[in-house]
């Protein structure tokens, strides 16, 4: 009791009110400048796409790295800037920083590799966001490209995040022009020439109406003698992403366009023979 009452408790209610007023304010202008940072740097490469003619892919690719660095800056400041409310030598966390920056480069190695493979997955240019990519096993568009991880969106709807130091190769589907090619079979007994002219005059039909094709679509010929078909190939090059929609539409009109001509597709048949009993 004697203990308590020795405490100056208006000077420590002061002391404490003062404290909590400047983690307040701290507060206040680290919200209120990470806000601003986040637009600026947005508006700042809004301009620089427009003006250097830059993609939108590698737009965003290099905001959000700049929105990543920015945050990790931000946050840092604030510590320090916490610590020297409570009046803890700044110095002292800046000389711990070093330490602990120190143990990364040599007990987490991984991280090192992941930060200098980012670096050069940007700086090389070899993927931006949007792009149609196949990385460490995985398909599917780049949704953020960071200096620790790539995030990949699968065709099924799953976020891959991938160590940047795991991406060993590279296979990016959106850079020029995609191959569009439809194999179709047609019997033995039918007429190749024939089904050659007609698949042209429906290619040379879709050609007019899909902006999408950049060149043909080509029958090619006959591409290879199967047990049942013969095996007609079509090929066709189109802007980025729309191949899949471009074989579709050649699939469809080939199979009507046959249909309409009394041209047999083969299919698989049965015949069920019956043994009755004498």
């Not at 604030?78 to 000389?95: G, I, K, N, P, R």
């Not at 296979?171 to 569009?180: D, E, I, K, V, Y």
Request: glycine share 8%.
């Amino acid at each position: 009791m004697e203990f308590l009452e020795n405490i100056n408790w208006s000077a420590l209610m002061t002391s404490a009110g003062i404290i909590i007023l400047k983690l307040i304010g701290i507060i206040i202008v680290f919200l209120i400048v990470k806000a601003v940072g986040n637009k600026v740097i947005k508006k700042m490469f809004d301009r620089i796409q427009q003006r250097d003619n830059i993609s939108p892919g590698r737009s965003l690719t290099l905001q959000s790295l700049s929105l990543n660095v920015f945050s990790y800056v931000l946050i840092f400041i604030f510590v320090v800037m916490v610590f020297q409310v409570f009046e803890y030598d700044a110095t002292a966390l800046l000389a711990g920083a070093g330490v602990i920056g120190l143990a990364i480069g040599f007990g987490a190695q991984g991280l090192v590799s992941d930060v200098v493979t980012g670096f050069f997955l940007l700086l090389e240019k070899q993927i931006d966001v949007g792009d149609y990519v196949t990385v460490a096993g995985f398909d599917g568009i780049v949704e953020q490209v960071g200096l620790r991880t790539t995030q990949i969106r699968g065709f099924d709807g799953t976020l891959h995040y991938v160590p940047n130091r795991e991406i060993t190769n590279v296979s990016n589907h959106s850079r020029g022009n995609m191959r569009a090619l439809v194999d179709i079979g047609i019997s033995y007994d039918d007429n190749i020439d024939k089904a050659i002219a007609i698949l042209q005059s429906v290619c040379d039909q879709i050609a007019a109406e899909d902006e999408n094709i950049v060149d043909g679509p080509n029958v090619l010929g006959v591409q290879a003698l199967g047990s049942s078909d013969v095996v007609i190939r079509v090929l066709a090059k189109t802007e980025n992403m729309q191949q899949w929609a471009v074989e579709r539409k050649l699939r469809k009109a080939m199979k009507e366009a046959f249909d309409a001509n009394g041209i047999e597709i083969p299919f698989p048949h049965q015949v069920y023979i019956e043994k009755k009993s004498e």
